[in-house]
């Protein structure tokens, strides 16, 4: 079974730009959450979606959103960029109710702000 | 709100010594309390989880983690370290299902011959 892939695995975008980061679950999972991990911050949970639906949401300005499509591929995007939200950008996908305690990771996309 | 601690960020063994990795949760109700680790330019991967089943935990490469309600704390083992443990290993806890985890501040583990 193939794993969580993310695309691309690395951006550079200037401030005020807009970012669209793209992740793949797993076949059959439909939940996918979003973490942000600086060196500062560490590994903060962005938002989950399950089905198409935002079910959780972390603390992040409404500058970060995301959506998720009908195959449960999801998509965050980040619009007018600031210096602090160079960061790794994990993704991962869980099967939901069927084993909701088990979350598998994609390598990540890592997004440098400029 | 849940939290967990990580003791010591950065944790030094010679191989072949036991690994001893430090996690602290607070909670006033039951969590689920997993272990991750992270290798360099890569995403995580779950080492184990305490889901309220056992109290001992075994999971993947020889790790083991055991909760202990009375001490709020689900402290990481393995008896012996290979230099392929070499990594960064997460703590995080969650209600619920996993899908919001709460994460520690991270443990680098550095294996020397």
């Known amino acids: 079974k193939a794993g969580v892939t993310q695309t691309p695995r690395y951006l550079i975008k200037t401030r005020g730009q807009q970012v669209t980061l793209s992740c793949s679950p797993i076949?059959?999972?439909?939940?996918v959450s979003w973490y942000q991990q600086t060196p500062g911050q560490g590994l903060q949970f962005l938002f989950e979606y399950f089905s198409e639906t935002q079910r959780n949401k972390g603390n992040f300005p409404g500058r970060f959103s995301g959506r998720q499509f009908s195959n449960s591929r999801s998509e965050m995007n980040v619009s007018t960029l600031e210096l602090g939200d160079s960061a790794l950008y994990l993704c991962a996908s869980s099967a939901g109710l069927a084993d909701p305690y088990e979350q598998y990771f994609g390598p990540g996309t890592r997004l440098t702000v400029t | 709100a849940q939290s967990v601690t990580q003791l010591g960020s950065h944790v030094s063994v010679s191989e072949g010594a036991l690994v001893l990795l430090r996690c602290n949760y607070s909670s006033s109700v039951p969590p689920y309390l997993f272990w991750y680790v992270q290798y360099p330019n890569q995403g995580l991967q779950l080492l184990l989880k305490y889901t309220s089943a056992a109290t001992l935990v075994k999971g993947i490469n020889g790790f083991e983690a055991e909760f202990k309600k009375s001490e709020t704390s689900f402290h990481l083992t393995k008896p012996s370290a290979h230099m392929s443990d070499a990594a960064e290993y997460f703590c995080?806890?969650?209600?619920?299902?996993?899908?919001?985890?709460?994460f520690g501040t991270g443990t680098r583990l550095q294996v020397t011959l």
């Open positions: 995080a806890v969650s209600y619920g299902t996993a899908s919001k985890l709460t």
């Open positions: 076949s059959g999972h439909r939940s």
